[in-house]
Every structure is written in structure tokens, then in C-alpha cells.
């Protein structure tokens, strides 16, 4: 009978870059990822082809399928900049899978979690619409993110990339105005993921940021010392409580990824304005706010080397 439940799955470069290159990319490309804002379209055609985050056919923006999914190029370029081809990829928060599409496309051994039954279900169709990528595997596994350290071996993670739940800041009805003019299935719609007690999503966000550190605690002594992980947030408004409050997420997500022993490497800002449909007016004439859907955070940590 089997008593572990660790994976069998590779973690080794096979590619043949230099052993002291951090990835696979050549130094012009390099030079490019240095700009810390990274659009969603630039009018400089000598840059696009590296930071435009266009929606392909493989996304799904479907908010009845799941409610907050990133593009399949936003996953290439933080694989393609934090591990070489072989390498193993984490994600703890998995979605629908777009990080393991991503990971199958650049040849890397991925593992993602989720508790949702039905974005398991998803994923193993979405991944059979991707051509096998030789000498790597990608692994959608149904069970808690504080769970990992059941399956995966110490010191094998490269990178672990990730969206998070944003505590319970979705777990509320949709008024966004901006959706309401037009037809609109979710206006008034929670697009919580689940009300399931293990989802982080349906924490206070005190209690969240204590959760992420518990979680990032176990995921740091699997990684390689010097191996990234990315968190992919927002900041968020919420109008619980009366006037309204800035949830500053990605502080509470720093502060738990230092508790848990990670370090910050660099912010970068994902710029989403051209993907942003339509702006209604939020808090004029007297209560300035901005939109958070407009930008989010891209906070990459690493280990620190032993
Ligand atoms: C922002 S979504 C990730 C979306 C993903 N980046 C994609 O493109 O599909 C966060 C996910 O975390 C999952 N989740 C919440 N709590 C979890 C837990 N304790 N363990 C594993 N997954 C969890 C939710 O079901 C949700 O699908």
C-alpha cells in the first residue's frame, strides 16, 4: 500500500543553458523584462512583443466558469523569468489551470492545487486542448493548499507563481456600476469561488494574511534556496463598512510572506487598462476613488540563499 503521497515529478533543468542562468532567456530579452510596468498593450512595436498580455483563445473569461483568471501570457512571462525549461513550477491557488497551460507550453513541470472539484473538472479538459510538451509534466491536484508539503519534496520547487483568493473581499454582491449599463448576468452576483470553510476566500483579511503565512511557511523549505514565488493581487474597495475602505492586499500579503520567511525581490505593476471594458463614475462629486481593477500587484519573493 502506498503511504506517501509525494510526487514522482521532475525538478532538474534539461535544458542546456549555463548553470548560473537564472532562466532561458537571451540578455536582450532580459533587458526588456527590466521595466517594472507591464502593459497590456504598448504602441512601441519593438516592445510589444514582450509585454503585451493580449487575450488568446485558450483564456477564459467566462465569470460563470470561474471569476478571476489571469491570461495564459502573464503566466508564460513569469515562468519564462524565473525557471528553466525541466524546471518545477507550483501554483497553491490553481483556478482553472492557466498556470498549468503555461507551464505545458514552455516544457516545465508544474503541480497546481485547488479545492474546487469543479476547476479540477475543467482543467483536465483544458489541458487535453494543449499539445503534450515533451520531457515535463503538469499536475492538477484536488486538495488544500496547506496540504502541499504532502506532495511535493523538499528543495525541488523553482518557482511557485500564484493568484490568491483576496480574503472575502469578493464574497459580496456585484454593484459595479460600470457592468451595470450595459447587460449584465453579474450584477448583484457573488463571484465568491466557494463557501467552503478551507477557501481563503472566505476569510476576514486579518485572518487571511495568517492563513497565507501558515501556507508560504510549509512552501518555503520545499523550494530551492533562490527560487522565486510571485503573488499575483489587487487592493480592493469595499463598501462593508459605511464610507467605504481601502483593503491595501497586497500589504497584508507582503507582511505574511516575510513572516513566513521569504524575501522581496521586486513589485512589479500589471497594467490593466486596456483590458477594463468600460469606466462608470465611483464617489464623485466628494469621495475620490480610484479603480482597482485597473492595476494589480506582481510581488515576486524569493528564498533566501541558505
Ligand atoms: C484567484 S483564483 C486563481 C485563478 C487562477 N490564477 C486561474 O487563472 O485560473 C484563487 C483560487 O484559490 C482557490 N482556493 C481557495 N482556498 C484554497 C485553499 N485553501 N487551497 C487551495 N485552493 C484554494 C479557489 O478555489 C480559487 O480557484
Partial sequence: MRTSKKLAIGHQKTCGCPANHLNCLTAKDWIKSQIGVWRTELDDKEFQRVFEFFYESRDVRDKQIHPAVFPVNLAKKIIGLFTHEGELVVDPFLGIGTSLVAARDLRRNAVGF?????????????????????GSEQLPILDDARSIDQYIEPGTIKLAFTSPPYANLLNRPRLNKSRRVRENEQYLKVEQYSQDPRDLGTLEVEEYAGEMKEIYRKILPLMKPKGHSVINVPDVWTNKVPGGRRVPVHIYVYHAMVEAGFELRNT???????????????????????????????????????
Fill in 114 to 134: 485547488d479545492i474546487n472539484q469543479r476547476y479540477l473538472d475543467f482543467i483536465r479538459g483544458r489541458l487535453q486542448q494543449v499539445p503534450p510538451s515533451e
Fill in 268 to 306: 512589479m505593476i500589471w497594467d490593466r487598462n486596456n483590458i477594463v471594458n468600460r469606466i462608470g463614475i465611483f464617489g464623485w462629486p466628494s469621495n475620490f476613488i480610484t479603480m482597482g481593477t485597473t492595476f494589480e500587484y506582481l510581488l515576486d519573493f524569493w528564498r533566501p540563499p541558505d
